[in-house]
């Protein structure tokens, strides 16, 4: 196949298709007070800062994300509804740590025990979702475990839906990113997580928020808090301001103090320092089809993607369009037939793929008949 390469200056900017972080020179690792922390733009998967992204920690109720994510689903598929009546089991009413004291037969609707494990971080309540949704806590531990390799979480392994300590229940800050990242897709779990103050058992138990973050910090979305004497203090905080969505992770602080002002000091430097570009799509030209029914392809690829741009830097982006000269028939629809490269300098910041927008079938005698056929008939 011949191709043929014309490059066009636009405004553009950074995006990932590598988890390498841009050194953080605003930030030194002894300004975050934490063994283990990232910052990622939710958007794009960006890593910003890194400190031991890696590194497998125990991460106390953080690890409720997941828990959250596949409960979340499965409202989305229909398996289970907001309005669906629970039944405490002496399994989930065991549950220790920070809970809403969940005795056996006792009955919640899934909404309430979505608020108590969000907002109060309960694990009674996070095992009692778990059961509804999957039987057993075992089966739903195989769920999640099985969304870790899904989502590329390859420092991850869960032992419960809790994040309460327990040998081998590990993850890591940027696994953290990873899942929290796939739960903030979930736009409706922020009606939760953005809750400072509610109540379950028509108003009984007050719920309080355990993120702070939530009434002090601009643009904040969640997300979620977690404490252990393993784990140390944690949290995943999201963000969003303008089109900019970033989560910043802290794993293992010895104080609550120190992973709230770490946390909010990386979200800090993020939006300080990047913003998101929309950059016009270049004009793509037909693209002459051989031997088909018809004479050329109309080529189509992402309209004005969304890219991470570090500020003042918009200017030095290019995009290098590569397109096929012609195609030979058959073309299918949505054929890759070239593709567009994003770069800055001589780093490849993001490429998109370049498809046929329509089929074209190879000419036949069989297909020149029925077309003569069919314009005999029209007249």
């Known amino acids: 196949m011949n191709w043929k390469k014309r490059t066009i200056s636009m405004l553009t900017a950074v995006c990932l298709l590598a988890s390498v972080a841009i050194p953080a020179g605003a930030i030194s690792n002894e300004e975050i007070k934490a063994p283990a922390a990232v910052l990622v733009e939710a958007q794009t998967g960006k890593v910003l800062y890194e400190k031991n992204p890696h590194e497998q920690r125990p991460a106390a109720s953080i ?3 997941m828990t959250l994510l596949l409960v979340m689903e499965a409202i989305d598929s229909g398996k289970i509804a907001l309005t669906d009546t629970v039944s405490a089991s002496a399994h989930a009413a065991s549950m220790g740590g920070s809970d809403i004291w969940l005795q056996q037969g006792e009955t919640m609707s899934v909404k309430d025990l979505i608020k108590a494990t969000v907002i109060m971080s309960a694990n009674d309540a996070a095992v009692a979702l778990a059961e509804h949704v999957a039987g057993t806590e075992d089966d ?39 899942m929290s990242a796939a739960l903030l897709r979930h736009e409706e779990i922020t009606e939760y997580t953005l809750t400072w103050i509610d109540h379950v058992r028509d108003g009984k138990t007050q719920l309080v928020n355990t993120n702070k973050l939530i009434r002090s910090y601009k ?18 905080a999201s963000a969003k301001r303008g089109e900019v969505s970033l989560i910043a992770v802290i794993l293992g602080s010895s104080t609550t103090d120190d992973r709230f002002a770490s946390a909010a000091k990386l979200l800090d430097y993020g939006f300080a320092n990047w913003s998101m570009a929309a950059p016009e799509t270049p004009i793509l030209e037909l693209v002459p089809v051989k ?13 004005n993607p969304s890219i991470l741009v570090p500020k003042g830097k918009e200017s030095e982006v ?62």
């Open 63 to 65: 690890t409720k994300v």
């Open 291 to 303: 031997n088909g029914m018809k004479s050329s392809v109309e080529p189509e690829t992402l309209a």
């Open 140 to 178: 739903f531990l195989r769920m999640m475990n099985e969304k870790a390799k899904e989502l590329g979480m390859n420092d991850t392994t869960f032992k419960n839906c809790n994040g309460l300590d327990e040998d081998g229940h590990l993850t890591s800050a940027y696994d953290v990113a990873l």
């Open 318 to 379: 290019a995009s290098q369009v590569v397109l096929s000269e012609s195609l030979e028939a058959p073309v299918e629809k949505g054929q890759v037939i070239g593709k567009i490269t994003y770069k800055l300098g001589e780093e490849t910041l993001l490429e998109s793929n370049i498809q046929a927008k329509e089929a074209v079938e190879k000419i036949t005698f069989f297909s020149v008949f029925q077309l003569l056929c069919s314009c005999m008939i029209a007249f």
């Open 219 to 236: 643009g904040i979305t969640g997300l979620k808090t977690g404490t252990t004497s393993k784990a140390g203090s944690c949290i995943s």
